[in-house]
């Protein structure tokens, strides 16, 4: 049935197709650096393949082409306006001393409610569930009542000396997509890791090694201070 419905594919679709594939020939694309009739002579034998028949003319090809690559760029202008706009609007907060606990989830369901109670007490808590662990994030001076109650059998991991960038958007970061690939982008280029990232509501909560957290707040604030500037 799927082999059939291939078969009945337009160009303009089996082209879209062929790029999706290709993620280094739509960034080029992006970036208006392609040659649209190389380019069709080079993915044609790929959209023959999937439209099942040959001798389509490189022409055709190339006009589905070029009228993909103005709707990507049209979908990307807005897309980055959409991005731009939340992180003109978005606030940092930093915070230091913070430590990454990962722990057996087995071991501590049933201690949850007594986790949570010294949760309460931290000036900064992040609970993550994972498939089989929970990893917890939180205030350094906590670590001692931590241990203790968790137990130091159950501790998968312990990363000490982190820090937490908080960035504070708008509602619209809900539903807009490429928010956290732009944020974290932002940080790859500079070699900066991200040691976790979590998103709560409005909130996205980046936590880095403490001797880099500095140069990252530094980064995303110049970004946002430039953002603003254009406006």
């Known amino acids: 049935m799927n082999r059939k419905l291939e078969r009945n594919i337009s160009i303009s679709k089996a082209v879209r197709k062929v790029l999706y594939n290709h993620p280094c020939i739509l960034d080029s694309i992006k970036m208006e650096i392609v040659n649209y009739s190389a380019l069709a002579s080079k993915i044609k034998g790929e959209v023959e393949r999937i439209i099942g028949r040959r001798n389509i003319r490189p022409e055709a090809i190339k006009m589905a082409l070029i009228r993909f690559s103005e709707k990507l760029r049209r979908d990307e202008k807005n897309l980055e306006n959409k991005i731009r706009s939340i992180m003109e609007r978005s606030i940092l907060e930093l915070k230091g001393d913070i430590s990454i606990m990962t722990v057996r989830q087995e071991r501590i369901t049933y201690k949850l409610d007594r986790i949570m109670g010294i949760a309460d007490k931290s000036r900064f808590f992040q609970l993550t569930q994972g498939t089989k662990t929970f990893t917890l994030i939180f205030d350094r001076t906590m670590t001692e009542e931590m241990v203790e109650e968790i137990g130091c059998e159950n501790i998968l991991s312990h990363i000490k000396n982190q820090s937490a960038i908080i960035i504070k958007s708008p509602s ?60």
Do not use: H, W
């Open 172 to 231: 619209q970061v809900l539903n807009t997509p490429g928010f956290m690939a732009y944020i974290t982008s932002q940080l790859a280029r500079n070699g900066i890791n991200i040691t976790q990232m979590v998103s709560c509501y409005e909130d996205t909560i980046l936590i880095v090694d403490r001797s880099e957290a500095g140069r990252a707040f530094k980064i995303l604030e110049e970004d946002i201070l430039g953002i603003r500037s254009e406006v």
